[in-house]
């Protein structure tokens, strides 16, 4: 797979990006506080994030736009570990929403727990764009 609209999770993967710019740092300490850095988790995200994984260029150039996104939001919070928490669990949903066609269920529940937890609904809703789904 190398084109993103051909991608079979791309509601899921619409849906969590799309939600990104309307984060603020009460979800990154949401999201953190649901976080953990388990083995299992860390295992996870090393085959989400295997150079051999579907459209992995693009998961790191999302990565670096989180980074650029809430870069003024984390120098300003008054937890920055907690919202760096918050961060690294958005991290992880978007790898494991891009990675779920070669991850393991367990692996891609893992990943996403956090993002599920804290959203269990999404927020958005962009009509014809596909971004709202249900999380399955």
Request: negative net charge.
């Amino acid at each position: 797979m190398t084109e993103l609209v051909k991608h079979p999770n791309l509601d899921e993967i619409t849906g969590i990006v799309g939600q990104i710019p309307l984060l603020g740092v009460d979800d990154l300490y949401l999201l953190g506080e649901v976080w953990t850095n388990t083995a299992e988790v860390a295992s996870a995200r090393d085959r989400a994030l295997d150079p051999e994984c579907p459209l992995v260029v693009d998961v790191l150039r999302t990565f670096e736009s989180i980074t650029t996104t809430f870069r003024d939001t984390l120098a300003d919070a008054e937890h920055p570990d907690a919202a760096n928490d918050g961060l690294k669990a958005l991290r992880d949903a978007v790898a494991g929403a891009f990675a779920r066609p070669t991850l393991s269920r367990r692996e891609y529940k893992v990943l996403l727990r956090p993002w599920r937890t804290a959203f269990p609904v999404p927020r958005l809703d962009v009509g014809d764009l596909g971004i709202i789904t249900p999380y399955f």
